[in-house]
């Protein structure tokens, strides 16, 4: 399976609620990294969390990573119907090669719908 | 702000026609990859390069090729295009990580090639 998997798979929420969206993954990690895909689109990378970090802001985005539950979650205060999308979470795999750095995988996605 | 193009938005070809992705990337990144997107499976690695010439397999390199003979262009290649390779092939770039603790820079990708193979 994935090393990245995200929770819930499918999200509907009403404008200005909050959204949750969690990941699991399996192996240690150098970095976690969330990124959002809007229908048909390319993925746009939202922030990166370093695995010495524990907590992270990014406008009303508020990522979290604890890494003795291998889990991160990514939190969208206020959220607007713009910010209706697919939310992918990424991890290296904590394998650091000397040309390349590491590689993503990433998981599944949380489909979110915002509802106006 | 970076910009990875990709050569078409949608593409149909016969099976057993030899298909070129083409993917060119503006910001002097070292990396580039290619992804396929299919539904319930995420994006899985097809291959990467971290420089003119070289590449390695990602995770499903099977029934694909590459080449990268300039920096900025990362071409993905189906030899011979079969029905099982109808996706979205997304193409990414990247800087190579400054420093051993905290691995990747984020990846910049383009906005997608659906090929169908028919």
């Known amino acids: 399976s994935q090393q990245g998997e995200e929770d819930p798979q499918a999200l509907s929420i009403q404008e200005g609620e909050n959204a949750t969206m969690n990941c699991s993954y399996k192996?240690?990690?150098?970095?976690l990294q969330w990124y959002r895909q809007n229908s048909g689109r390319g993925l746009v990378h939202l922030i990166l969390?370093?695995?010495?970090?524990r907590e992270k802001h990014s406008g009303r985005l508020r990522v979290t990573l604890d890494t003795s539950k291998k889990s991160s979650s990514l939190l969208i205060t206020a959220s607007r119907a713009a910010d209706t999308a697919s939310y992918f979470c990424?991890?290296?795999?904590?394998?650091?090669?000397?040309?390349?750095?590491?590689?993503?995988?990433f998981g599944e996605g949380t489909q979110l719908t915002v509802n106006p | 702000d970076v910009k990875v193009t990709q050569s078409s938005r949608y593409l149909v070809k016969r099976t057993g026609e030899k298909v070129f992705l083409e993917c060119v990337q503006d910001m002097d990144h070292e990396n580039m990859f290619w992804y396929r997107q299919d539904p319930g499976l995420g994006l899985r690695l097809i291959y990467f390069s971290y420089d003119v010439k070289m590449k390695e397999k990602g995770d499903i390199p099977e029934g694909y090729s590459v080449s990268r003979e300039k920096k900025e262009r990362f071409s993905l290649i189906l030899e011979s295009a079969s029905t099982n390779q109808t996706s979205m092939y997304l193409c990414a770039s990247s800087f190579v990580a400054a420093a051993k603790v905290g691995g990747n820079s984020p990846l910049h990708f383009g906005n997608g090639t659906r090929l169908t193979v028919t």
């Open positions: 990424a991890t290296d795999r904590g394998i650091y090669q000397e040309t390349s750095g590491s590689r993503l995988t």
């Open positions: 192996t240690s990690i150098n970095n």
């Open positions: 969390i370093r695995s010495n970090e």
